[in-house]
């Protein structure tokens, strides 16, 4: 109903499935949502489980009926990038690059916060990356972030940006209380939110992919900034041209290792 009520030009039909042979057939996108949210007296290994079965079931599915380009995104508030590796791991056939975890409402929660600080708007701050487990340990980097457009004795034109760190005095804030306020931020959400975030990256993913600007995405570790091998875990991407490369060149300072290690483990376990 509510999609309906959308009256948008390119919707064709909306149609209902249980869990049968024919959903996802010839599927060219698949938006993976909170299906279940954990009961108050369940137990973390119960919901997991659960989860889990749910998307092999998926995987499985799409593996069969989809199309092979198919791309998934999985989005929502519990255990996303689980859901991701193991919709991959039952979906050998489709190609492994375009199952992805969102952690972009984390993102688009932290630049609210900064622009907020600085007087300016959402949009001006750019290259924010969330690290890690998107629904557990995750870490905020700012050190390749940049402003757009701020209002300042410096100008430039629409392509001219300064370093975020540096248009930020209160060194305290940015300290300890920017991350209190990011974690805050998320009990707040509304589902408003959670949709332009799913929109955002099926419009980097197809059209509006050659910006350059780096943004977070929980994807299939290969080994990049010395994590583990085959986990989805968050880190900077690029999209260009209608697909995404991992941003390899964003260095890892000493301090920081520990933090994605810590993540890994949890996503390992």
């Not at 909170?34 to 119960?46: L, T, Y």
């Not at 255990?79 to 056939?93: C, F, Q, R």
């Not at 050190?143 to 629409?158: C, F, L, T």
Request: hydrophobic share 45%; charged share 25%; proline share 4%.
């Amino acid at each position: 109903m509510e999609t309906q009520d959308l009256a948008y030009p390119l919707l064709r039909r909306v149609t209902m499935h249980t869990m049968a042979d024919d959903i996802f057939k010839q599927a060219n996108v698949v938006i993976v949502l909170d299906n279940a949210i954990p009961k108050v007296d369940q137990c973390p290994e119960e919901y997991i489980k659960m989860v889990t079965s749910e998307c092999a079931k998926y995987g499985a599915l799409i593996n069969q009926n989809a199309d092979k380009d198919v791309k998934v995104v999985v989005a929502g508030s519990s255990y996303v990038n689980l859901k991701a590796l193991i919709i991959a791991s039952n979906a050998p056939s489709i190609n492994q690059h375009n199952i992805v975890a969102l952690p972009t409402q984390l993102e688009f929660e932290a630049k609210a916060l900064i622009a907020k600080k600085l007087n300016t708007q959402s949009a001006a701050v750019k290259d924010v990356i969330v690290w890690g487990n998107i629904n557990g340990i995750n870490h905020l980097d700012l050190r390749d972030a940049k402003i757009y457009q701020y209002e300042s004795s410096v100008w430039g034109p629409p392509t001219f940006s300064r370093p975020l760190l540096n248009m930020i005095y209160d060194r305290k804030w940015l300290k300890n209380n920017l991350v209190q306020e990011w974690r805050e931020r998320r009990e707040h959400r509304s589902g408003m939110s959670a949709a332009h975030c799913i929109a955002k990256v099926l419009s980097w993913w197809h059209k509006d992919s050659d910006t350059g600007e780096i943004v977070s995405l929980g994807v299939m570790s290969e080994g990049e900034f010395e994590l583990p091998a085959g986990i989805v875990f968050s880190m900077p991407v690029r999209f260009q041209h209608g697909d995404w490369q991992v941003c390899i060149q964003v260095t890892i300072p000493e301090e920081m290792k520990d933090i994605l290690l810590q993540a890994a483990k949890e996503l390992i376990k």
